[in-house]
């Protein structure tokens, strides 16, 4: 997902977007994006700023076409964004194993927040209850994602 339809803005079908991307390519002239729920749309046009980006999609053309779109998602294929970002993605990290530098199970990464600042790892334990890791290096140790297993050092041993 790189982005949520928050509603239309103006009278030729353009719209508010909140992007939820750190790579601003994401969102250029021509770039094809996966509209939840429609199918494929090529932008048009794009501009606004970095927090809320006003975008034009080919095939929808006023404000009411525009406005039956608030709230869903905007997509680029899973292959193409990890062609384009380096490392790993945050969809990769869901459902791997978390363990604690000495080998003990926490349970298995159930979610991905981005609150704002850091993102945050929800873990999901085998009790059922959701243990909260903040995505950074002094918690975080290690990400295999061959072998599907996140090495982590909660807060409260660091």
Known sequence: MVGIIRGAHGVRGELRVAPDTDN????????VLEVEGVG???IRSVRGTKGDVILGLDG???RDAAEMLRGRELRVPIDEARRETPGHLWADLVGMDVVT???ESLGLLSEVL???GNDVFVVRTEG???LLLPAIDSVVLEIDIVERRMVVRPQESA
Not at 24 to 31: N, S
């Open 40 to 42: 494929q749309r090529t």
């Open 101 to 103: 530098e000495r080998g």
């Open 24 to 31: 601003p390519e994401r969102f250029v002239t021509g770039r």
């Open 60 to 62: 929808i053309d006023d």
């Open 128 to 130: 059922g209850s959701e």
């Open 114 to 116: 981005r609150p704002g």
